[in-house]
């Protein structure tokens, strides 16, 4: 349709690449946790003007440290290579599995009993 020929568009991943894409550090910077945090942290019933401004500070310096990280994640894929990023991957994935299991046994109303 926007191409003229279906091989303008096409796509294939060379030996040892993954053309896909997961916009994950996304979902961690503007995601809905962050903004729902944002927001409860700047209640004008809870918080005085000195609290919110603190969390606006708080907040521009993560924002200023994350591009930062981000690049980082270049050198750092060469420091520990295909294998050492893989198991980091697998060992975050336990990690984040569980705190959802402890999130959702909190959550258990027969727990609150």
């Known amino acids: 349709m926007i191409f003229k020929s279906p091989a303008a568009h096409s796509a294939t991943a060379e030996d040892g690449h993954d053309i896909a894409v997961f916009p994950l550090a996304?979902?961690?910077?503007?995601?809905?946790?962050?903004?729902?945090?944002?927001v409860m942290l700047t209640d004008h019933d809870r918080y005085t003007l000195p609290h919110k401004t603190g969390t606006a500070l708080v907040v521009v310096v993560v924002l200023a440290i994350t591009p930062g990280?981000?690049?980082a994640a270049v050198p750092l894929m060469k420091?520990?290579?295909?294998?050492?990023?893989?198991?980091?991957?697998?060992?975050?994935?336990?990690?984040?599995?569980?705190?959802?299991?402890?999130?959702?046994?909190?959550?258990?109303?027969?727990?609150?009993?």
Do not use: C
């Open 69 to 71: 990280m981000l690049l």
């Open 26 to 38: 996304t979902l961690s910077i503007a995601g809905p946790g962050p903004m729902l945090a944002a």
């Open 79 to 113: 420091l520990f290579g295909k294998s050492g990023a893989e198991a980091l991957s697998r060992v975050m994935g336990l990690v984040f599995a569980s705190v959802a299991v402890n999130m959702v046994y909190t959550a258990l109303p027969s727990r609150h009993s």
